[in-house]
């Protein structure tokens, strides 16, 4: 389990939630869909009650996940719940900024919102409660698939890498932050692709003005994945790419993926607060067998792991590197549907 910090100065253990070309323009619209309830959702109309629910696809702290099917259409979804009265927040207006953040970005490597749908009365539903609309990847997260499948071979490993640094480059691009990355918030479908979620903590970033990145470097997040710069926020003050705490993010996914266990401390350790800050502050890459990576991997692990956030490549430059450009589509994409399948 990762260790979830929500304050720097009372560091706790959370559950993540695990939710199942850059053409959008930064408003606020629904993703095109061909159902009737996505028409629906677009003109806000749709309502808890409209829906039955399936599966529990994840739960965490304040809210779960639920496979949801359309009761008049059929159509399937995920429902991403928020439960009123839970921390004290307010969650519709946290149900509308993440929806804006997500629908800022219309790639097809981002999870698609269709709407802020709010409880009805029911016994579903607790006063208070306000939920996500999203589209379902069936195949699940790559936390999912790799407790199954194991380590991924470099191939699939490639395919995930190039994937989501296609989406992190469009959200950049739109200026909005995850800062959540990691195995369980990328989710990949049966037929191998792989879209960005969860953004509950997400940020976009306003152009810079003397100290606004700040925002950008709240301590939330899931600790053993953060970047160097966030977990020191106070010794980089302002001045750290806010975007290069996203590639870091990916790198540990890519490497963890590969290792098939959390890479930066040694296999069985637990993931304290100091442990995790020592090893990410100051500790060393661990090796990797002979043979076990390619030299293009091995590259681009140490690109995207750089301790010096001033020389850890954007999402945008990373999609130019060889690792990823110098693919074999086909086979990587391949490879990556067999791990989703089971086979």
């Known amino acids: 389990m990762a260790l979830t910090i929500r304050e720097r100065r009372l560091p706790q253990l959370h559950i993540s939630l695990d939710l199942p070309s850059c053409a959008g323009a930064a408003n606020f619209r629904a993703a095109p869909a061909s159902t009737s309830a996505a028409a629906a959702a677009r ?197 750290a790419d806010p975007f290069a705490a996203d590639v870091w993010g990916l790198g540990v996914t890519v490497l963890e993926l590969l290792m098939a266990r959390y890479p930066l401390l040694p296999a069985g350790q637990k993931p304290s607060w100091a442990a995790l800050m020592c090893a990410i502050c100051f500790g060393e890459l661990p090796p990797l067998p002979d043979g076990a990576a390619s030299p293009e991997l091995r590259a681009f692990l140490a690109a995207c792991l750089h301790k010096d956030h001033t020389k850890r490549p954007s999402a945008a430059h990373l999609l130019t590197h060889q690792f990823v450009a110098g693919r074999n589509v086909a086979a990587s994409k391949l490879a990556l549907r067999r791990l989703v399948a089971g086979a």
Request: a neutral charge; hydrophobic letters at 45%; one cysteine or more.
């Open 43 to 239: 003109a806000g109309e749709l309502r808890m009650s409209d829906f039955d629910r399936v599966a529990v696809l994840g739960r965490g702290n304040g809210g779960a996940v639920y496979k949801v099917v359309h009761r008049r259409t059929s159509a399937v979804y995920a429902l991403k719940v928020l439960h009123g009265g839970v921390g004290g927040g307010d969650h519709g207006a946290a149900a509308a900024t993440e929806a804006d953040v997500m629908r800022r970005a219309a790639s097809p490597h981002v999870v698609r919102c269709h709407s802020v749908v709010a409880a009805a009365a029911a016994a579903t539903s607790c006063p208070g409660d306000v939920a996500l609309l999203l589209e379902l990847v069936d195949g699940g997260s790559l936390a999912s698939v790799a407790a199954r499948a194991g380590a991924f071979p470099e191939a699939a490993v490639a395919e995930v890498a190039a994937q989501a640094l296609s989406g992190l480059a469009c959200l950049h691009a739109r200026r909005v932050v995850h800062r959540d990355i990691k195995p369980g918030n990328l989710l990949v479908s049966v037929d191998g692709e792989v879209k960005i979620a969860d953004f509950g903590i997400a940020k976009v970033v306003p152009p810079r003005r003397g100290g606004e990145h700040r925002a950008a470097y709240e301590y939330e997040g899931t600790a053993a994945y953060m970047s160097p710069e966030r977990f020191d926020s106070e010794l980089h003050g302002d001045g």
